[in-house]
């Protein structure tokens, strides 16, 4: 990483799909305990590829890649999955972290375990009796999961996570 992770610019992403588009979503900020965004980015997307099983990185990597495009260069991104799905199976993570020309550390935090990956370090935040799992690209397990544990909010998803969530599934269209 270009900068120390207490200054890191990170953004987290989320894609929500609708009948006939997606909506893509990005919540920018600086330093993993922030609590309030830089840059938030909402943005849309009519082409939208229909859903393979075991290939979900089809559907979501333009997605992902239309909205990080509208928003200032990261240091890290935070995907809503795992980087690696076991026995090095690359997941959205990875396939991002190989568009991004592998310079950018990309970061899983998935809610439900995913029975193959073996690599994810689970992360228990607030009183939560379930932990997140967290994969990534370009940093270990390991650090990515003390990043993830830092981030804002007492409770089991962080706060930051949770407002991209919100914006992508909130949105209603232009007025």
Do not use: N
């Amino acid at each position: 990483m270009t900068s120390s992770a207490s200054d890191a610019l990170v953004v987290c992403v989320d894609v929500d799909y609708r009948e006939t588009v997606a909506v893509a979503a990005g919540v920018w900020f600086r330093g993993w305990a922030a609590f309030e965004p830089e840059v938030e980015v909402v943005t849309t997307l009519d082409e939208i590829a229909p859903y393979q099983p075991g290939e979900f990185y089809r559907r979501e990597l333009p997605c992902v890649l239309a909205v990080l495009e509208r928003g200032p260069a990261v240091d890290v991104v935070v995907v809503d999955g795992y980087v690696w799905l076991g026995s090095g199976r690359p997941g959205l993570g990875a396939h991002l972290y190989r568009a991004l020309g592998e310079r950018t550390v990309v970061v899983g935090v998935a809610k439900s375990r995913f029975v193959g990956a073996t690599d994810a370090v689970p992360v228990y935040r607030g009183d939560s009796r379930s932990p997140l799992y967290v994969t990534a690209a370009g940093v270990s397990g390991e650090e990515a999961a003390g990043w993830v544990e830092r981030m804002h909010g007492p409770y089991r998803v962080p706060a930051m996570l949770k407002r991209v969530d919100q914006l992508a599934r909130g949105w209603k269209g232009p007025e």
